[in-house]
């Protein structure tokens, strides 16, 4: 199995900036897509960014042109940088992998505990 850590949230006036990180530990694994996922109170959880293990980047809309996810493989790490900040994007932010068991091929879908994101206006 694979364990996801995230950090990085916080409260931030709208605006401002935070980088969220996700890091991936474990053993005899590999990690395949990896992504950002927020859900706010009362709605679903949405993809933000994902990033396949080619390096292919897919955001929201709603994120274009301020949020920005990069992943270093070698360290099993992502991250997410966000500015320009809105109140709208207030949610908890969930870090998401897909990833392979080497030993039996088994695939899994991991998340996170999530990290809370509060952007005040």
Same mark, same amino acid.
């Given at each position: 199995?694979?364990?996801?850590? =995230?950090?990085? /949230? +916080?409260? !931030?006036?709208?605006? +401002?900036?935070? &980088?969220?990180? $996700?890091?991936?530990?474990?053993?005899?694994?590999?990690?395949?897509?990896? /992504?950002?996922? &927020?859900?706010?109170?009362?709605?679903?959880?949405?993809? !933000?960014?994902?990033?396949?293990?080619?390096?292919?980047?897919?955001?929201?809309?709603? !994120?274009? +042109?301020?949020?920005?996810?990069? &992943?270093?493989?070698?360290?099993?790490?992502?991250?997410?940088?966000?500015?320009?900040?809105?109140?709208? %994007?207030?949610? !908890?932010?969930? $870090?998401?992998?897909?990833?392979?068991?080497?030993?039996? /091929?088994? =695939?899994? %879908?991991?998340?996170?505990? /999530?990290?809370?994101?509060?952007?005040?206006?």
């Amino acid at each position: 199995q694979v364990q996801l850590v =995230e950090s990085g /949230g +916080g409260l !931030v006036q709208a605006g +401002g900036s935070l &980088r969220l990180s $996700c890091a991936a530990s474990g053993s005899a694994f590999s990690i395949n897509t990896m /992504g950002w996922y &927020r859900q706010a109170p009362g709605k679903q959880r949405e993809l !933000v960014a994902a990033i396949t293990s080619g390096g292919s980047i897919n955001y929201a809309d709603s !994120v274009k +042109g301020r949020f920005t996810s990069s &992943r270093d493989s070698a360290k099993n790490t992502m991250y997410l940088q966000m500015n320009s900040l809105k109140p709208e %994007d207030t949610a !908890v932010y969930y $870090c998401n992998a897909a990833s392979t068991d080497w030993a039996t /091929g088994q =695939e899994f %879908d991991n998340w996170g505990q /999530g990290t809370q994101v509060t952007v005040s206006s």
